[in-house]
């Protein structure tokens, strides 16, 4: 077991990217941070993103996370405090839950000397977030291909391109809760829409690693996007803006956030207030663990 003290960061991911519904997502370089003292007095602290709103005791989805693994191994958890350093914003489409989930399992391995394969780890996140690909674009980084197999949930991450522009447009006043962004989803689509799809979905890939002129079309949906978007009109109304004006841009996950990818000629505007803009680079390794100095 494990002694003293050890950080993990995870990195916020846009799952989804337009046509790629549970199953494509990318790790972008905006990560949590959890600090990790074993064998001091328990306790959780949040700070940054969520502090106020996220609980701050043994419900809090880390330490809860970390507890779920601690009884499948049956393993004795020493006494630890946790500090969550939040810089993914809450209930936005940026995978937050997904980091908590991750650094739990992250955190258990290492202070019960545990080590699972990457697949098994896998399997482990996505049971516990309800599916694949937050989970493995924070795990491994990159642009992350989930799928489900006989065996459960597998990934295979590839390298995007590194012309890739991605920019975060993440409003203030809206958000959206996953279970309410799955609400609106039908429970059957036309076959003519599940086509559109699977060819999107297939272009998607192939812009988002060698083709980034393709992005425009390859982001197009007709699953989930335009129902989600009803539910955050701001949101909406800033998708069709930037549609329009030739900018490539998908819902981030479930949403309200948007992923807007800018090319020579085709930048965001300044959005003014009531939305914050952000510029990450992508995250090409996911989550990492070191030892505190």
Same mark, same amino acid.
């Given at each position: 077991m494990t002694s003293g003290g050890f950080v993990v960061w995870t990195p916020a991911t846009v799952a989804n990217l337009g046509p790629g519904f549970d199953c494509l997502a990318l790790a972008l370089d905006l990560a949590n941070e959890?600090?990790?003292?074993?064998?001091?007095?328990?306790?959780v602290r949040v700070e940054g993103e969520g502090a106020g709103e996220l609980p701050a005791d043994g419900t809090n989805l880390v330490f809860r996370t970390v507890y779920y693994l601690g009884r499948e191994l049956g393993g004795d958890l020493a006494p630890f405090a946790l500090t969550c350093r939040n810089r993914v914003p809450v209930q936005r489409g940026l995978g937050s839950s997904?980091?908590?989930?991750?650094? #739990?399992?992250?955190?258990?391995?290492?202070?019960l000397g545990a080590n699972p394969s990457p697949d098994e780890v896998l399997a482990l996140a996505a049971d516990i977030e309800g599916h694949g690909d937050n989970v493995a674009a924070c795990l491994r980084g990159g642009l992350a291909l989930a799928y489900l197999s006989q065996e459960g949930w597998r990934a295979e991450t590839l390298e995007p391109s590194p012309d890739l522009r991605p920019v975060l447009l993440v409003p203030e006043?809206?958000?959206?809760?996953? #279970?309410? @962004?799955?609400?609106?989803l039908p429970r059957?689509?036309?076959?003519?829409?599940?086509?559109?799809n699977l060819g999107?979905? @297939?272009?998607?890939?192939?812009?988002?690693?060698?083709?980034?002129?393709?992005?425009?079309?390859?982001?197009?949906?007709?699953?989930?996007? #335009?129902?989600?978007?009803?539910?955050?009109?701001?949101?909406?109304a800033l998708f069709q803006d930037l549609r329009e004006a030739g900018v490539p841009v998908c819902v981030a996950g479930s949403g309200p956030s948007l992923l807007a990818f800018e090319t020579d000629g085709r930048e965001v505007w300044d959005l003014g207030p009531g939305w914050r803009?952000?510029?990450?680079?992508?995250?090409?390794? #996911?989550?990492?663990?070191?030892?505190?100095?």
């Open positions: 959890f600090v990790v003292e074993s064998g001091a007095e328990p306790g997904a980091t908590a989930v991750v650094a #739990g399992l992250l955190i258990a391995c290492r202070l006043a809206e958000r959206m809760a996953t #279970g309410d @962004a799955r609400r609106v059957e689509i036309p076959l003519a829409d599940a086509s559109f999107r979905s @297939a272009l998607a890939l192939l812009a988002l690693t060698s083709r980034p002129d393709l992005l425009g079309a390859a982001l197009e949906d007709r699953l989930h996007q #335009g129902r989600r978007l009803v539910l955050v009109p701001a949101a909406r803009v952000l510029r990450p680079a992508i995250s090409r390794t #996911g989550a990492t663990v070191e030892e505190l100095p």
